[in-house]
């Protein structure tokens, strides 16, 4: 197995890590309420997903 001959420097590495960096996740308007949720899960605000209800969300009084 190959190992390296000689050290590299901390900003080599940091250049070469600079394309690793999380995106923030693609949000879509929920058809029932209008909110904002992610794709393919239950929506916080209403609890529906695809047209039914999946949680039953308590209502604030």
Request: aromatic letters at 4%.
């Amino acid at each position: 197995m190959p190992n390296p001959k000689h050290r590299h420097s901390k900003s080599r590495r940091d250049k070469r890590r600079t394309h690793y960096k999380a995106s923030a996740p693609a949000l879509t308007a929920c058809p029932n309420c209008g909110s904002p949720k992610q794709r393919h899960r239950v929506c916080d605000e209403c609890g529906h997903y695809r047209g039914k209800l999946a949680i039953e969300k308590k209502v604030a009084v």
